[in-house]
């Protein structure tokens, strides 16, 4: 005897007179229990004659196609209770966030007046259509009524005035992206030689021998600007604190630009701590605190002690170096006077933490696998990432030093230096933790920023780079920002190809948008905006880290980090209770990416009107796509996030004085 137990739904009466009368007539074989138990019990006895088995099929088969059905109905309903939800929060969401958009921008109003301008368009296309006239279309002689022959004028326009120069810039996209596959297919080509070969930069010394004694390591400089970085200050600190390197050739700066006197003081305490552990590290605070990242690096650099080392390792606030990576960096530049920069690879903790950082994982993956690494073997040149590097002072020097024209100052730098005759080293096989921007609102300012600073820089640049000595294939190379081949370096993602796609075509708008403003120098192009961290690199993952690179190591980081733990349980409980009290996340709209969304549908309702299959997925799937992100559905809800304007005044804190370095005015 075997049993068939199945979830009851809501009472259907009619449904259980038909069970109770197919009970009555076949009681031999099933026998149906019903009581207030939410289960429904069929038995259904099992029988050795083959047509009774045929008999019993054929009814259960009946039974069965009704039961799905009144689930399929179900289902239906909660599906349509669902879909109904949606829409009111999206109503809630559009109503809630009105208020907050008081000064939209002209870029937005070009797409709105465009929106509008499609709608009417679409409203004029569907009378057409149910009058026929799409699939006859009429001549202006020929036309009857003032709309046909308003359609017949309008199709008359669109022959001969908008499809020429619509072609043309059809022709130039088809242009640029053949550009942009030859490119890639290089790149590619480059990379499996690099791997096949097994080429890679090898140093002439290595520190990580015995033998070496204290005076034959040369004096580095670390830095770490910072500005409001609550989350992971500590982290960051640490990390560089127990780099394997004698502490008497090494000086670590917090360059702190936050205004908050709350994280000031919570960073002043962390650099005291470590320096009661012996290690040179001082803290500073600018008072005038112009120019963004690069004034701030600015301003370290014209210390008087400066002078006293030979490289500069640069780390932001989120990234933690493993404790060998200056002994693996620094024997680099040993026997290569021109040498200017060693840039490592960046590793992200938080890759898979949402799809936007999925998202951004192909693409960087991408960046430091394939374009810096073959740059870096068969030219010596690649734009600096800003972090995870260490510069010769010499060639900053010589160079110009950090400029604080653009929001880019690591490209900036990185042209000048290769102007001058300097080469660069890429290590792809030394990593550096960090961690991706995990709200749309971070990585979309980030992009801005990103995109905006080249192209400012272009502007600088340009007759720059056409008086210098670089071969004309260089000053013709245009490195492609999206491409299919994109996804070879991270095979892990292979399943999110297709958003990824679509995702790259949306942000193509907010890079479009950022390289005219930087080009043209319009708005918001030199504004620095500071990407927000959730402290996702924490001592875990260092420690972790460390115990796969450096054994013998570990155990002076662990209790290190163990000891500054505990001292610091005050701050962190303040932090957390902050955290908890103070912060609120919430969905932001993006009026620009729902505007551009609702032009694509209506795009793809017209196609859907001409029959034309392929072009009506396309924008069906890519407006789906603008609306996602345009309701902020995509990577983790929004912060408020610092702003720093320049020629902001502020006080300056006194910093505590290390053992036998000078503390910068």
Known sequence: MSRLVILQPKPNHDFQNYWNKQQKEDNNNINYNNNSNPFLTVDIATTSSPTTTTTTADKDHTRTTRQLSYLCLIKLHHITIAFLHLLRTITRRIINSSSSYTNPSRFYKIIKSFLTLVMLLLMFELI?????????????????????????????????????????????????????????IVLILGCFWIKFRRLKPVAKVDYADEGFNVDSYPMVLVQIPMCNERECYQQSIGAVCVMDWPKERMLVQILDDSSDSEVQNLIKSEVQRWQQRGVHIIYRHRLLRTGYKAGNLKSAMGCDYVKDYEFVAIFDADFQPTPDFLKKTIPHFKGNDDLALVQTRWAFVNKDEN?????????????????????????????????????????????????????????????????????????????????????????????????????????????????????????????????ILNILPAP??????????????????????????????????????????????????????????????????????????????????????????????????????????????????????????????????????????????????????????????????????????????
């Open 355 to 483: 799809l936007l950082t999925r998202l951004q994982n192909i693409n960087l993956a991408f960046h430091f696998e394939v374009e810096q690494q073959v740059n870096g073997v068969f030219i010596n040149f690649f734009g600096f990432n800003g972090t995870a590097g260490v510069w010769r002072i010499q060639a900053l020097e010589e160079s110009g030093g950090w400029l604080e024209r653009t929001t880019v100052e690591d490209m900036d730098i990185a042209v000048r230096a290769h102007l001058c005759g300097w080469k660069f080293i890429y290590l792809n096989d030394v990593e550096c933790l960090c961690e991706l921007p995990e709200s749309y609102e971070a990585y979309k300012k980030q992009q801005y920023r990103w995109h905006s600073g080249p192209m400012q820089l272009f502007r600088l640049c340009f007759f720059d780079i056409l008086r210098s000595k670089l071969p004309a294939w260089v000053v013709c190379y245009v490195p492609g920002i999206m491409s």
């Open 128 to 184: 057409a259509y149910f009058k026929g006239w799409h699939f006859e279309p009429p001549s202006v002689n020929s036309a009857t009524v003032v709309a046909e022959w308003l359609y017949a004028k309008w199709l008359d326009i669109r022959v001969h005035w908008l499809a020429p120069p619509l072609q043309m810039m059809a022709d130039g996209c088809i242009l640029l992206f053949l550009v942009q596959s030859v490119d890639r």
């Open 492 to 665: 892990k993602a292979f399943p999110f190809i297709v958003p990824y796609l679509l995702f790259e075509n949306t942000m193509s708008v907010t890079k479009f948008n950022a390289m005219i403003s930087g080009l043209f120098r319009l708005g918001s192009s030199y504004e620095w905006i500071v990407t927000k961290k959730l402290g996702r690199s924490s001592e875990n993952d260092l420690v972790a880290f460390a115990e796969k690179e450096s054994a013998p190591l570990l155990t002076r980081t662990a209790s290190l980090q163990r000891s500054s733990s505990e001292s610091v349980l005050d701050d962190l409980n303040k932090i957390e209770t902050a955290k908890k009290i103070g912060k609120t996340t919430r969905n932001r709209l993006y009026r620009k990416e729902l505007a551009l969304a609702f032009i694509l549908l209506t795009a793809a309702v017209r196609s859907l009107l001409s029959a034309q299959g392929i072009h009506f997925y396309f924008l069906l799937f890519q407006g789906v796509t603008f609306l996602v992100v345009g309701l902020d559905l995509i990577g983790e809800q929004s912060e408020n996030i610092t702003l720093l304007h320049p020629y902001v005044v502020c006080l300056e804190d006194e910093a505590s004085k290390p053992v036998q370095e000078p503390v910068a005015d």
